[in-house]
């Protein structure tokens, strides 16, 4: 039997037989990023080996294809060869090697580029970026070789879920186990994440997953409450109170009597506002303005925050025995090119004008390496929101049918230095970064001045500083 069809047998019985939840090592991988030929395949991964492997339409019998896999919870599932007749039988030889990067090769026509650069040997490491020149692109990184089997997808790979969420990387995955667990539960939840990272789309999905999904659900931004009327606005009055003519009002916590009330930035009422919420979220009592008698709601409170849980009075903290944390972009930057594809096909189920000259026949959005380089490689502020407004910009620039990086876009779009964390950085500065944070490694990086957490996770290994979460 030909040995690539022994490996895949193998992978294929390893996902059968494991039942099990627990999280294997990392290892090395390339991610695909980018295809103009196959954009459906964006997503799918390659897998180092410590034996080389091959990437190419087809190799030898005696050779191990570097097979592209979608990886999902308990299964990967191993896909066929690509289909471009640009790319040689046998273009790159890849090869994992023991400070977990990957030694390429290039043996095809097409040119090999990492970071930019063409070589026809290189070494890439988590958070490089591979190419073959106008074929594929791929993003290094390192991934568990199979996900814990604790989510069945429902969903269409690469495709939103049932709850809007788009992502096939392992921090999506697990914010989806995350919202599994929680969503039958009758504990609060706080959800915390950077802002437009999707904690709406969270709340959204523990309350369609509940037992109270019967009912709406009732939300509201706790920005938007008044100091002054917080009472009325959560607990509403009766008729005539404080004024004759004044019609009752339920409140929201009478609106969410049997549902779920979601409270989005909660971090920003005030501490002394926040303690109006501490008897409700204990037994669901509170009482009307002007009522005489205590009233009690069957409600859950989901609320959301871009604000450190320690921000919260800590009384209102405790109450929420379920934290939930959204991942951002730089957390899964393997989703960039997923999440613009999904916003690029909304946009033009809008816009007919739009669909005509930027979609492919398959429905695909066209987008050239630069753009998708560029958005994946982008420290993001405002997530998701703002990786919208840059493909707007971009479909309003483009001068072709593709979506471009203008040079409008390019000036907006630049990726941190690293020079600053490479050169002067010390272990003792790194440490107290990790702490000052909290752990948090989103923060961390950016304050550095580094590409990317995977960056932050090459510098804590060379500075030799223990991750606090291992």
């Known amino acids: 039997m030909p040995r690539a069809l022994t490996l895949t047998a193998t992978l294929d019985g390893v996902d059968a037989e494991s039942g099990g939840t627990a999280q294997e090592p990392a290892a090395p991988a390339l991610v695909l990023m980018w295809s103009e030929h196959e954009p459906a395949r964006v997503g799918e991964l390659i897998f180092a080996e410590r034996l080389p492997t091959f990437f190419g339409r087809d190799t030898e019998a005696a050779e191990v294809r570097a097979a592209l896999v979608r990886q999902r919870p308990g299964k990967n599932e191993i896909m066929a060869p690509p289909a471009n007749a640009f790319?040689?039988?046998?273009?790159?030889?890849?090869?994992?090697?023991?400070?977990?990067?990957?030694?390429?090769?290039?043996?095809?026509?097409?040119p090999l580029l990492v970071n930019g650069t063409e070589q026809e040997r290189a070494v890439a490491?988590?958070?490089?970026?591979?190419?073959?020149?106008?074929?594929?692109?791929?993003?290094?990184?390192?991934?568990?070789?199979?996900?814990?089997?604790?989510?069945?997808?429902?969903?269409?790979?690469?495709?939103?879920?049932?709850?809007?969420?788009?992502?096939?990387?392992?921090?999506?995955?697990?914010?989806?186990?995350?919202?599994?667990?929680?969503?039958?539960?009758?504990?609060?939840?706080?959800?915390?994440?950077?802002?437009?990272?999707?904690?709406?789309?969270?709340?959204?999905?523990?309350?369609?997953?509940?037992?109270?999904?019967?009912?709406?659900?009732?939300?509201?931004?706790?920005?938007?409450?008044?100091?002054?009327?917080?009472?009325?606005?959560?607990?509403?009055?009766?008729?005539?109170?404080?004024?004759?003519?004044?019609?009752?009002?339920?409140?929201?916590?009478?609106?969410?009597?049997?549902?779920?009330?979601?409270?989005?930035?909660?971090?920003?009422?005030?501490?002394?506002?926040?303690?109006?919420?501490?008897?409700?979220?204990?037994?669901?009592?509170y009482q009307r303005l002007g009522d005489a008698r205590p009233r009690v709601a069957d409600l859950r409170l989901v609320a959301a925050t871009n604000r450190a849980p320690a921000e919260l009075k800590p009384d209102l903290a405790a109450r929420f025995t379920l934290r939930i944390e959204t991942p951002g972009l730089s957390e899964r930057s393997e989703d960039v090119p997923l999440l613009a594809r999904h916003l690029v096909q909304r946009i033009a189920r809008q816009d007919a004008a739009i669909a005509r000259r930027f979609l492919g026949a398959d429905g695909s959005p066209r987008f050239t390496v630069e753009l998708v380089r560029a958005l994946c490689r982008h420290p993001y502020g405002t997530h998701v929101r703002e990786l919208e407004g840059f493909l707007w910009r971009s479909l309003q620039g483009s001068g072709g049918e593709s979506l471009e990086l203008t040079p409008e876009l390019a000036s907006v779009l630049r990726a941190p230095l690293e020079s600053r964390a490479a050169q002067s950085v010390s272990a003792a500065e790194l440490r107290d970064c990790l702490s000052r944070h909290g752990g948090v490694k989103d923060k961390v990086w950016r304050e550095l001045g580094l590409s990317s957490r995977h960056a932050l996770h090459r510098l804590m290994k060379k500075l030799g500083v223990a991750d606090a979460a291992d």
Not at 240 to 267: K, W
Request: proline share 8%.
């Open 125 to 285: 490491r988590p958070g490089d970026w591979v190419e073959v020149r106008g074929l594929y692109a791929f993003f290094c990184t390192e991934r568990p070789r199979r996900l814990p089997e604790h989510v069945e997808p429902a969903h269409p790979f690469g495709e939103p879920d049932l709850d809007g969420i788009v992502g096939e990387s392992p921090a999506v995955w697990d914010l989806r186990r995350q919202m599994a667990f929680a969503a039958p539960r009758a504990a609060h939840v706080l959800v915390t994440g950077p802002s437009g990272s999707g904690k709406e789309l969270v709340a959204r999905g523990i309350h369609r997953r509940s037992g109270r999904r019967g009912r709406e659900l009732v939300s509201r931004s706790a920005a938007t409450l008044p100091s002054g009327l917080i009472d009325a606005e959560l607990f509403g009055n009766i008729a005539n109170y404080p004024n004759v003519g004044m019609p009752e009002r339920p409140g929201l916590l009478g609106q969410a009597h049997g549902s779920t009330l979601f409270l989005d930035e909660i971090g920003e009422l005030l501490p002394e506002l926040q303690a109006h919420l501490l008897r409700a979220l204990d037994a669901g009592e």
């Open 87 to 110: 790319l040689s039988r046998r273009h790159l030889k890849l090869k994992s090697i023991e400070d977990d990067g990957i030694a390429l090769e290039c043996l095809g026509k097409r």
